[in-house]
Nanobody
């Protein structure tokens, strides 16, 4: 059974930084995209960043230049480094593993809250 467990959320001041982690438990067979999504209150869940085998392949326009997705295969962990945080970054952040071919095969974490506030 595959489980994704996020950590690293919390309260951050505008302009501050935070790093989210997503630890993967269980076995994944094949090639997967490693992704971070977020969902702000009253809004739809949106894709924030995608990490493929070749490296980062997608960032939402709203986070380009501020967020960095990375992975450590030895630690089976995916990270999202968030810098220059803005009030609009407040959301629940979810990590996602999606099979690179069979996109219907995917796994989600339970989410971690990031609140940017004074």
């Amino acid at each position: 059974q595959v489980q994704l467990v996020e950590s690293g959320g919390g309260l951050v001041q505008p302009g501050g930084s935070a790093r989210l982690s997503c630890k993967i438990f269980g076995d994944l067979y094949g090639s997967y995209f490693k992704q971070w999504y977020r969902q702000a209150p009253g809004k739809q869940r949106e894709l924030v960043a995608t990490l493929a085998g070749v490296g980062p392949v997608y960032y939402a326009d709203s986070v380009k230049g501020r967020f960095t997705i990375s992975g450590d295969d030895n630690e089976r962990t995916v990270y999202l480094q968030m810098n220059s945080l803005q009030l609009e970054d407040t959301a629940v952040y979810y990590c996602n593993e999606r099979h690179s071919i069979s996109h219907a095969l995917e796994y989600w974490g339970n989410g971690t809250q990031v609140t940017v506030s004074l």
